[in-house]
């Protein structure tokens, strides 16, 4: 099958995540959907990427949120993980994880108020490096983080974004390193990567805010004025 598109890729790496389930000895927790299918489909100018889910067992109440996710991603062209998800007993879209996101995004609003934050992040497709939940990166181990990342670099080349928002240095280290081993060029010639942090145990996004309120969101705001 020839993948068109980074919805494609993602739907895809959707399959990938259930055979490597099926072929460990172990119970494995993933998670590949975070925004909607629409914002896959073609090429994007802003695109948010992680490096891979938090911890969670692989247990009924997982597996059940991961099929809502699957629903969401086939038929609510809005859906937000940011917003729309219930996280560990959060009630929806306060987990502080998500109200970081939120935060970051409301950013936006003070320098334009005709774009709210909820559109804002609703128009901005999430994707992770990789989709196996870990206590953290370093402890996946190098098989899992090979046969999953160039899917994910796969979808990123295709929606050719002009802005790659990296959850942490991490995130751009890797964007980077792959990109010279591989001799590719997964983003648009004018991409730039904008670091705004990662979460910490409380789930705030640490960033330069008067940077990215002097730099970044004056060229954003031209994009989800046109999108």
Not at 35 to 47: C, E, G, W, Y
Not at 65 to 78: F, L, M, P, Y
Not at 116 to 123: D, G, L, P, T, Y
Request: aromatic share 12%.
């Amino acid at each position: 099958m020839i993948l068109q598109t980074a919805a494609d890729v993602l739907q895809e790496q959707r399959s990938l995540l259930e055979t490597w389930r099926a072929e460990r000895d172990r119970p494995i927790s993933g998670r590949v959907y975070y925004s909607s299918k629409r914002l896959f489909q073609d090429p994007q100018r802003i695109v948010m990427v992680g490096l891979n889910p938090g911890p969670g067992p692989l247990d009924r109440e997982i597996q059940d949120k991961e099929d809502r996710q699957q629903e969401a991603w086939d038929s609510n062209s809005h859906y937000s993980s940011w917003l729309d998800d219930r996280y560990y007993g959060y009630q929806q879209g306060k987990h502080p994880n998500q109200l970081s996101v939120q935060s970051f995004f409301g950013g936006i609003n003070k320098i334009d108020s005709t774009i709210s934050m909820e559109n804002a992040i609703r128009k901005t497709p999430y994707i992770n490096l990789v989709p196996i939940r870990s206590p953290n990166f370093e402890t996946l181990d190098r098989t899992t983080v090979d046969y999953f990342l160039p899917q994910s670099l796969n979808a990123l080349f295709l929606l050719k974004p002009e802005i790659i928002i990296c959850f942490g240095f991490k995130v751009q280290n890797i964007l980077n390193i792959s990109a010279s081993k591989q001799n590719i060029k997964f983003m648009h010639p004018l991409s730039i990567l904008v670091n705004v942090g990662h979460f910490s145990t409380r789930g705030t996004l640490r960033r330069n805010t008067e940077w990215i309120n002097n730099h970044f969101w004056p060229i954003a705001i031209k994009y989800y004025n046109k999108s």
